[in-house]
């Protein structure tokens, strides 16, 4: 049994879901690698393509399961306001400080 980790969801203040805690932390580092310091910042499609480089192969075959992961760790990150987003087209970028 994996251990397990509790994110939030910036959409939905006060709820917590429970997700892989190895999985989780890769993602994060590797999204934290390609996402940009300052705005505009760079659309989700490209982060998803961006992280895939960074992502260890046993966890993440191929990039397999990375969009979600991406989602995850993003809407995380925001509730926890490390990163922000643009109004539509989303962009995200990191927030000064974090």
């Known amino acids: 049994m994996s251990d397990k980790i509790e994110v939030e969801n910036v959409g939905q203040p006060g709820k917590t879901y429970r997700v892989d805690a190895t999985k989780y932390a890769a993602m994060r580092a590797a999204v934290l690698k390609v ?35 991406v989602k995850c760790v993003q809407l995380d990150l925001e509730a926890k306001k490390v990163l922000a987003r643009t109004p539509a087209p989303v962009r995200l970028y990191r927030v000064t400080g974090q």
């Open 35 to 69: 996402v940009p310091d300052v705005a505009p910042g760079i659309p989700v499609a490209a982060l998803i393509d961006g992280v895939k480089a960074h992502l260890p192969q046993d966890l993440f075959p191929g990039g397999e399961k990375a969009g979600w992961w």
